[in-house]
């Protein structure tokens, strides 16, 4: 898989933190912060393939590419896993029941911290990184055709 990121060196995809910062934001069980340094570092890789220092080949975009679709299943299929949590459990009449049933509930969605809005919110490094991808593949063949076009003159 070809990746070329001039700004760090040359480095590979991993080396920029962003692969990693992901990869933390799962392990950590999605946490605030955690969902938060990968946004920011989604982002941070689409800059840097705006400002023409991230290329990828065909064969690197396709690989990571195939990643990303796969993420956005799973994306989906844990939104409409979501819709079981959105609706409160039938736990009992008693006020406890109803409390905690109340506060399952919630815990789904309606606050910055439920699970509706961590999916909202990987969803957005989802479309960031994506982005990204779309735009590195196109530095990398504006890249390639300028050499074409170097070479032929």
């Given amino acids: 898989m070809g990746v070329n990121i001039p700004a760090d060196g040359g480095g590979q995809l991993g080396s920029t933190g962003f692969i990693a910062d992901i990869v933390a934001a799962v392990q950590t069980g999605v ?17 840097a393939a705006s400002s023409g220092q991230l290329r990828i080949t065909e064969n690197g975009f396709d690989a990571l590419m195939a990643a990303i679709n796969t993420a956005y299943t799973e994306l989906a299929q844990l939104r409409l896993n979501l819709v079981n949590l959105t609706q409160a459990p039938m736990l009992g009449t008693g006020p406890y029941a109803q409390q905690v049933s109340t ?37 990398y063949e504006d890249n390639e055709h300028g050499n074409v076009r170097f070479l032929k003159s």
Avoid: C, Y
């Fill in 31 to 47: 946490s605030e912060q955690a969902l938060e340094q990968a946004k920011q570092s989604a982002q941070g890789l689409k800059n």
């Fill in 103 to 139: 506060h399952v509930q919630q815990g789904a969605t309606g606050h910055s911290q439920s699970a509706e809005m961590v999916l909202v919110q990987f969803g957005e490094v989802l479309d960031l990184t994506r982005e990204a991808l779309n735009q590195a593949k196109r530095n």
